[in-house]
Antibody
Framework: QVLLQESGPGLVKPSQTLSLTCTVSGGSITNGTYYWNWIRQPAGKGLEWIGR???????NYSPSLKSQVIISLDTSKNQFSLKLRSVTAADTALYYC???????????????WGQGTMVTVSS | SYELTQPPSVSVSPGQTARITCSGD??????AYWYQQKSGQAPVLVIW???KRPSGIPERFSGSTSGTLATLTISGAQVEDEADYYCYSTDISGNSWVFGGGTKLTVL
């Protein structure tokens, strides 16, 4: 079955760029018509959708983060990535990657999630 | 930006029915999804397209919508259903997704 695994630095300095990767195993990232998503969760707080990338490369971002975020695909490595620039302490969170079910009218149904990776923004 | 509004907490006794609501202006036109998140775990989808239950989710979980209100109902709530529940949907464009603030369900 398809599995997702987040990876990246656990500590990022303020004003720098947070870079995370989600590695897809058990299937090709280009196989099918899926949206690949990034979601984050500050400690003790709720979930926040960051953005998504389609198998074909189209992206959508949260309006509140749009100016800071880039999500990209690396098909050669079977990965997709998140870059969040100019981070502050408010970006400290557990970051999840997730895949939708591929059903065209059910793009909010995420049936596969990574375990999450904690990122702390601090000097 | 688009918002979904949930009550912060709901509390029921075991065996009672728990209802968690989610309000959003686009819900008459956009599907609601519900996620369960237990402490220290990734979220799990429990309802999709307003009322469909993924395989493996107990039948006591159901979903419905009426106008701008989506509701997650847990009929005969169990202690193991204690978790945070999040509604999830998109704005009218379909390209900007939002989670509700989450509802902590206590069953005791």
């Amino acid at each position: 079955q398809v599995l997702l695994q987040e990876s990246g630095p656990g500590l990022v300095k303020p004003s720098q760029t947070l870079s995370l990767t989600c590695t897809v195993s058990g299937g090709s990232i280009t196989n099918g018509t899926y949206y690949w998503n990034w979601i984050r969760q500050p400690a003790g707080k709720g979930l926040e959708w960051i953005g998504r990338i389609y198998t074909g490369g189209n992206t959508n971002y949260s309006p509140s983060l749009k100016s800071q975020v880039i999500i990209s695909l690396d098909t050669s490595k079977n990965q997709f990535s998140l870059k969040l620039r100019s981070v502050t302490a408010a970006d400290t969170a557990l970051y999840y990657c997730a895949r939708d079910t591929g059903i065209p009218l059910a793009r909010g149904a995420y049936d596969i999630w990574g375990q999450g990776t904690m990122v702390t923004v601090s000097s | 930006s688009y918002e979904l509004t949930q009550p912060p907490s709901v509390s029921v006794s075991p065996g009672q029915t728990a209802r968690i609501t989610c309000s959003g202006d686009a819900l008459p036109k956009k599907y609601a999804y519900w996620y369960q998140q237990k402490s220290g775990q990734a979220p799990v989808l429990v309802i999709w397209q307003d009322s469909k239950r993924p395989s493996g989710i107990p039948e006591r979980f159901s979903g419905s919508t009426s106008g701008t209100l989506a509701t997650l109902t847990i009929s005969g709530a169990q202690v193991e259903d204690e978790a945070d529940y999040y509604c999830y949907s998109t704005d009218i464009s379909g390209n900007s997704w939002v989670f509700g603030g989450g509802t902590k369900l206590t069953v005791l």
